[in-house]
């Protein structure tokens, strides 16, 4: 490697232990980890602000602004607290009920939308029940994340690297649901049993509470039922036409932003209201991630890993898959699986084709790899950093350990559970 290479991991390593540490502002480590590569001349402006493949994913940061300011003007009518009085009646007051009621809910919306738009959805109901039933939020807030990222896994529009993979493979909506679905069926069961024991001691049942929230009326927490029409409406036609993408061929972006344009027009909320419902913190600290991992790929670190890895595999179907399904796990806890699979994919798409049998196997390999992986780490995926700035946002802190601690334990269980999957329907 090149001195300018090197320079690039060394800033790179550092930037991530002071975010891992906490020593410095995760947004101010970011931001200065992408200033010293613009400095040292490891990516230059254009390809760290407009360039596909090692740029910032705009499409990511439009997506995620437009989905605040939709969830912002949804909180103002009161649905929130709907759901959190309703979900808290439905479990009872018993917070491992409430717990699995979430999950499911969640595995299950990022699915259907994305996980990134799930979490924005489901924190705020998160933070009021657990309010209301003088619950520790944090637990709840952490595998509510992880399960965003197992059930997007399931389709191409649950979670982004899913739409890079499609786009670069060819694969179809149908494709997912066929391969991925089954499977993330059984690891979201396997991932609620993993919450009964690693969040036990958050499972503490106040009877007097659960008393008080079943005699509550969740229809008179509603403020503004025309706002609430007019915003299901909107977020309505918003998740129908991230579903019809393959037909529309509008980027999930440019849909989130006109829904939130639209919102803000028909509705009685004011601009300056809609734009401090946005977590502007989040998206520069996207910003910044994507700045640094472009200068990894632009110097070719990223490149030679993964080509070496691939020169060391080739011609052995097993061995590659397995060896791409566990590196792409470590890899995207490290680096955040969007870029990791954005640069990972030409690598694949050439290697499949030295690979006999069914080469799919290895996207699938990809797919599931990056998506689970992103568990891993506070900073492993979109779901992630959205969750952890919105508890801040709140009063409530997560710390980078307290959440990966956690997220290693789901990951290798997950991925261990993919193993099999892989071996028995396309390798043997």
């Known amino acids: 490697m090149t001195v300018t290479a090197w320079v690039t991991v060394i800033v790179f390593a550092a930037t991530y232990v002071l975010i891992a540490s906490e020593k410095v502002h995760r947004v101010k480590a970011a931001l200065g980890g992408a200033a010293i590569m613009l400095l040292v001349h490891a990516t230059a402006a254009g390809s760290a602000f407009f360039s596909q493949e090692s740029g910032v994913d705009w499409n990511v940061v439009f997506l995620l602004l437009g989905m605040m300011i939709i969830v912002g003007v949804l909180r103002q009518t009161g649905v929130f607290e709907y759901l959190a009085i309703w979900a808290a009646k439905r479990a009872r007051g018993r917070p491992f009920r409430l717990m699995v009621l979430l999950l499911v809910i969640t595995a299950a919306a990022s699915a259907l939308l994305d996980n990134v738009t799930t979490v924005l959805l489901i924190a705020p109901v998160t933070f009021l029940v657990c309010e209301r039933l003088a619950l520790p939020v944090a637990p709840f807030l952490i595998a509510e994340a992880m399960a965003s990222n197992i059930g997007g896994t399931a389709t191409l529009v649950g979670d982004p690297p899913n739409i890079i993979i499609a786009s670069r493979a060819g694969l179809t909506f149908n494709d997912f649901l066929v391969h991925l679905t089954p499977l993330v069926i059984v690891l979201t069961a396997v991932f609620i049993g993993l919450c009964r024991l690693l969040f036990r001691k958050a499972f503490r049942y106040d009877p007097e509470r659960a008393a008080e929230i079943m005699q509550l009326d969740e ?110 796990a470590g890899l995207s806890a490290i680096v955040d699986n969007i870029p990791y699979v954005a640069t990972m994919s030409p690598i694949v798409a050439d290697l499949a084709q030295h ?61 261990a559970l993919c193993v099999p999957y892989l071996w028995l329907r396309y390798l043997l």
Do not use: C
């Open 219 to 328: 229809r008179a927490a509603i403020q503004d039922k025309v706002m609430l029409v007019q915003s299901l409406s909107v977020l309505g036609v918003v998740i129908a036409a991230f579903v019809l993408h393959p037909v529309l061929h509008y980027e999930p972006s440019v849909v989130a932003l006109l829904g939130a344009g639209l919102l803000v027009l028909v509705t009685k909320v004011t601009t300056d209201d809609a734009l401090r419902e946005v977590e502007w913190p989040t998206l520069v600290f996207f910003a910044g991630l994507f700045v640094m991992v472009g200068a990894l790929v632009e110097t070719g670190v990223i490149a030679q890993v993964s080509q070496a890895a691939a020169e060391a595999t080739a011609g052995r179907p097993g061995v590659t898959t397995m060896v791409l399904l566990w590196a792409s």
């Open 355 to 415: 690979v006999p049998g069914d080469h799919n196997v290895l996207w699938w390999a990809l797919a599931l790899g990056a998506d689970l992986g992103g568990n891993a780490t506070a900073v492993g995926a979109s779901a992630n950093v959205v969750i952890l700035g919105i508890a801040e946002r709140n009063g409530t802190r997560i710390s980078f350990w307290q959440f990966t601690k956690y997220g290693l334990v789901v990951t290798v269980v997950t991925v």
